[in-house]
């Protein structure tokens, strides 16, 4: 068991007749290793743009919600004669009319355009 420790630490496992195979172990560990610093790395950007992205959307979703209330603010009817009154146009005080049409005078209309 001594003599185990003793050779690790001076390395010899490394010169040996047997330090081909050794070293190839250590090569595919270093590889492994670096590929999955690499992928947290690539974890940790993708979870950073996610967040990024969702303050986007709250902000976003704010925004149309103050947009969706300033639109029905801006329908409605006492808005629309405040506004229109300004530049003198006021309500009607005879209420609109229906217009029907009978369909024998939209195709007589329709023969004698074409025609």
Request: proline share 3%; no cysteine; charged share 35%.
């Amino acid at each position: 068991m001594k003599g185990g420790i003793y050779n690790i630490l001076k390395a010899r496992f490394l010169v040996n007749e047997d330090a081909n195979r050794n070293w190839r172990f250590i090569v595919f560990i270093i590889l492994l290793a670096i590929v999955m610093i690499a992928n947290t790395n690539r974890y940790e950007r993708k979870i950073f743009k996610i967040k990024a992205l969702e303050e986007e959307v709250k902000e976003l979703r704010s925004e149309f919600v103050d947009r969706r209330s300033e639109l029905m603010e801006l329908k409605l009817e006492s808005t629309i004669e405040k506004k229109m009154a300004e530049k003198g146009i006021v309500p009607s005080s005879v209420p609109p009319v229906k217009i029907k049409v009978k369909k024998e005078e939209e195709k007589s209309w329709y023969k004698k355009l074409w025609q």
